[in-house]
């Protein structure tokens, strides 16, 4: 059974997904998994040669691809081939989770009770929605707005006017005022004249001793999770979508974007209004300086800066040009 508590979850065998498909096996779909993370009966998907490697190795039951990718597939799995590996990866997550499209308002909320959360500090307008928890020490500022089934471990500082959904925080985090939390990314297919969304089912992951100053938001992953690694700090202003995941102990200055399912490695600096296109790794250790467009995987150990990116003394060379 899936462990998802964020999202209402459809028991469906996968031959009513996919009706024209001709499967040797019909099971029901436990969850949809990225390739490494799908085991036994979860069904996962290969839109590109970039992963080629997680394919090999995926222990999913079944997977939608294309023609050209599914060589890479183990023998085992079962493959759906598709032309739009996205859309149909859309339409199966409408079936499996039906309420992740759009971010419902949440109607469990309530004002706290000292009883239910001993040793948590609570200021004015405060609510707090079904099955969430809160640990000891933490102090929640007036007007913030906990969803329901949220993790916030102890010795927190959550700021006014704060949203926080379908995420988990460790312990000793601070999340400045007006921080939104775990809300839907930006992801839709576009089909007759119509975009059809694609539901977001991940999480934010926030571990511990990370600050997340005024005005941030971090969009819940859509199939795997966004993750903020320890101790790490974000500056005013920044947006990180779906998926990402930022290491341990990196500095992001303010306005900084990161899109979907780019990786940023440990102790990463980068300067203000930087931005980081998706589906890249950043290794550890990299230094990005402030404006700058980052369109191609970095390296350990690098500093780059200029649109696009390129080594600090390439940019520094193109200026005396």
């Known amino acids: 059974m899936s462990s998802n508590v964020f999202f209402k979850r459809n028991k469906i065998k996968i031959n009513n997904i996919f009706p024209n498909i001709n499967l040797s096996k019909n099971f029901d779909i436990n969850d949809i998994k990225p390739l490494p993370l799908a085991k036994k009966n979860d069904l996962t998907f290969f839109d590109s040669i970039k992963y080629q490697f997680d394919a090999i190795k995926t222990k999913g039951s079944a997977c939608i691809t294309t023609k050209r990718l599914e060589k890479f597939l183990p023998n085992k799995i079962e493959k759906i081939i598709v032309k ?19 971010d419902y308002p949440d109607l469990t909320l309530k004002s706290p009770t000292k009883k239910n959360f001993k040793g948590v500090k609570f200021g004015n307008n405060v609510l707090i929605g079904k099955n969430a928890k809160i640990g000891k020490n933490t102090i929640i500022g007036s007007n913030s707005i906990i969803e329901h089934d949220v993790i916030i471990g102890k010795d927190c500082i959550i700021g006014s006017g704060v949203i926080v959904k379908n995420t988990v925080i460790g312990d000793r985090v601070v999340l400045q005022d007006n921080c939104k939390i775990g809300q839907k990314g930006f992801g839709f297919i576009p089909f007759k004249n119509k975009n059809f969304k694609i539901p977001h089912i991940g999480k934010v992951q926030i571990n511990n001793d990370v600050e997340i100053s005024s005005g941030c938001t971090i969009d819940r992953g859509s199939v795997d999770d966004t993750i903020i690694g320890n101790n790490t700090y974000l500056d005013n202003q920044v947006h ?33 209004q930087a931005g980081v296109s998706g589906h890249l790794k950043i290794g550890n250790n990299v230094k990005i300086g402030g404006g700058s467009g980052v369109v191609k995987d970095i390296d350990d150990n ?12 390439q940019f520094l060379k193109n200026q005396k040009k």
């Open 84 to 102: 739009n590996v996205l859309f149909d990866l859309a339409k199966a997550l409408k079936a499996v989770y039906p309420l992740a499209d759009i």
């Open 240 to 272: 990180i979508a779906h998926n990402v995941k930022i290491g341990d102990n990196c500095m992001i200055a303010g306005q900084v974007g990161f899109a979907g399912s780019s990786k940023i490695g440990n102790s990463v600096s980068i300067g203000g």
């Open 302 to 313: 690098q500093i780059v800066m200029g649109y696009p990116a390129v080594p600090f003394k």
